[in-house]
C-alpha cells in the first residue's frame, strides 16, 4: 500500500468516527435531557408527597381528638 493510499483511508477512518463522535454527541444530550426531566418529576412527587403528609397530620390531628376542644 503506497502512503497515498494509506493516508486516504486513515482521512477515510477519520471522517467516519467524527460522524460517529456526531452521532454519539446528540444521543448525550438526549439522554441529559431526559435525565434533568426525571429529576424534575422527582422533586415535584416529593414535595407533593410532602404536602399530602401535611395534610394527612392535620386531618388525623382533628380526627383523633389532639385538639382543644377533644379536652373537655
Known sequence: MTPEERMATLEAKMEQQIK???GLRSDVKELVDAWKAAG???SFVKAAAAVVLAV???VGAFKFGINPEGLK
Do not use: R
Request: proline share 0%; hydrophobic share 65%.
Open 40 to 42: 424534575a418529576l422527582v
Open 56 to 58: 394527612g397530620v392535620i
Open 20 to 22: 460517529e463522535i456526531d
